[in-house]
């Protein structure tokens, strides 16, 4: 009786220990992948290559150029390859699909809400970001707020950085998507 | 002594093993709801019946007639008739709330970001939507990412059919959403 | 033998004990903020202090003044200052930014899309919001459904209450969060 005490209480001690790390919400990554996207802003002259336009600006600016006071006020739609790698060319394995908001007028900061789409050999679903991302700042962070397919449910975390930034027409953000809650 | 502690072993093996259900992550829903909803575009000649509206635009385009190129760059704001069955004239059950934006050149596409707020004898609350729609597929899923009252901190998944669609006036989408996380 | 086993017992029984409140799903807080934000409106004449500013109107409706169907259809961007009391003056905590959409032709409400940067000797830190917002109603509940930095994945319901509303270019929200998924 004894023994087998002793025995229960040690695969229970198994069971809660072995539980935690699944169960505890833990701080290392289920889940982590790295993508690069990269948006050619509509400028009146390069429809062909444009992935995203600006649709909505403040008084007095139009949707050719980013408005004055820092492009407070411009939405921008945009449907935007994404890749592996930081090449604009290298075949792209999904699009990033949504807007962002220029929403200060004393600096570059945006608000972002949009879609991964993925569809490539390895992975297959969405991941759907929110959040605030002060443009300035080398790495910020958005949040992760759901997902579906290969990512169904995931919630996480993604640290944003301009990984290219030429004129007002084309930038590339590397985006490390860590997630914490895989299912 | 010995007895106590066999006792204390087996309510913490109970106590352990009727965590587990809980706390593991479920793949079949804890709560599933089936609704409808119906959107009447603004084209200029609707105001009485409209029920969205085109409020922001491409270069070149207007507010009454969705943009050439498969609407990109177009934003609707939409206050839509939530209902049970697939009747536009069925007494409705909430409102589903927010904007869809059209957000690809080559093929018809939107990034949703809207809220059933339902307020009926049955379900009193709101659910929060998020994501991308690849509307010529038949079935896409997009992230519920929140919810209040009766669906006070859900998370799931909602796949949406579109459902009829009539000229580019009238539309009405089934959405099934599936909750996988219900508090 | 038997001692170590009660000993063992009894610190699994801490550890489960104290496993649960963390990891069942509370309906009491994990934590808690209140925080006011303040939105003055570009009207056309107040360029200096305005904090927000439509950038999206339906279609007869212009830029400086909300439209006039209950402000259907209007997008307000904005960058506004976070307090920690009802004063528009008090030192700001950090930046409530995102934007709201009017989206009822029959009342005032609105969808929110936005997200609080804190940065405060107390908090730093975002918090993201999505949901609908019946402004006429006392207080509202919106969803929180993200979060970095010091609200790490944090999830939990903002209760909204408009604290004070003058004309149509100030008004002031007092935002209640309650986390319920703390990490």
Same mark, same amino acid.
């Given at each position: 009786m004894r023994a087998s005490c002793v025995l229960l209480c040690f695969l229970m001690f198994l069971a809660v220990s072995s539980a935690y790390p699944g169960k505890k919400k833990q701080y290392k990554p289920c889940k982590e992948l790295v993508l690069y996207f990269?948006?050619?802003?509509?400028?009146?002259?390069?429809?062909? %290559?444009?992935? $995203?336009?600006? =649709?909505?600006?403040?008084? @007095?600016?139009?949707?050719?150029?980013?408005?004055?006071?820092?492009?407070?006020?411009?939405?921008?739609?945009?449907?935007?390859?994404?890749?592996?790698?930081? %090449?604009?060319? $290298?075949?792209? =394995?999904?699009?990033?699909? @949504?807007?962002y908001i220029y929403d200060t007028k004393n600096t570059f900061t945006s608000w972002l809400g949009f879609s991964f789409s993925l569809n490539s050999t390895e992975h297959h679903g969405t991941i759907s970001f929110i959040g605030a991302d002060p443009i300035m700042v080398k790495t910020r962070d958005i949040s992760v707020v759901g997902g579906t397919g290969d990512f169904f449910m995931h919630r996480g975390v993604a640290t944003i950085a301009t990984d290219a930034f030429e004129g007002e027409v084309y930038f590339r953000l590397k985006v490390d998507i860590k997630f914490y809650d895989c299912w």
């Open positions: 990269h948006d050619i802003i509509y400028n009146g002259r390069n429809a062909a %290559n444009a992935t $995203s336009a600006i =649709v909505a600006a403040p008084e @007095g600016a139009n949707l050719t150029i980013l408005a004055g006071q820092f492009h407070f006020g411009n939405i921008v739609v945009f449907d935007d390859p994404i890749t592996l790698d930081n %090449n604009l060319h $290298s075949p792209p =394995v999904g699009r990033a699909q @949504g807007m």
